[in-house]
């Protein structure tokens, strides 16, 4: 599996964006989806996830309510609608793939190769 993220930038706080992580190979759409980002000097950390058939979703605390992701297996795409940004958001996003959805980095046996988020006060 192979994937392209897409859609980060330069935003102001309160704006927002949308992250796009398209998929290729044959079983792209039975993977759990990842987002991650990872800020500088910091470490990576979970942002959400999702479930292959897209039933089930997390979010890590400071993002719930403003963050939503989704996918669209016809398209082989997961998307990341980041609302109400905030400085504390900046940072390069992870898109990633795997057996299992879940909060572990670890886990995932794909990564896309990134897309920076600055967000502007």
């Known amino acids: 599996v192979q994937l392209q993220a897409s859609g980060g930038g330069l935003v102001q706080a309160g704006g927002s964006l949308r992250l796009s992580c398209a998929a290729s190979?044959?079983?792209?759409?039975?993977?759990?989806m990842g987002w991650f980002r990872q800020a500088p000097g910091k470490e990576r950390e979970f942002v959400s996830y999702i479930t292959w058939n897209g039933r089930h979703t997390l979010y890590v605390d400071s993002v719930k309510g403003r963050f939503t992701i989704s996918r669209d297996n016809v398209k082989n795409t997961v998307y990341l609608q980041m609302n109400s940004l905030e400085p504390e958001d900046t940072a390069v996003y992870y898109c990633?793939?795997?057996?299992?959805?879940?909060?572990?980095?670890?886990?995932?046996?794909?990564w896309g190769q990134g897309t920076q988020v600055t967000v502007s006060s």
């Open positions: 190979g044959r079983t792209s759409s039975s993977y759990g």
């Open positions: 990633a793939a795997g057996r299992t959805a879940t909060k572990t980095s670890g886990l995932y046996d794909y």
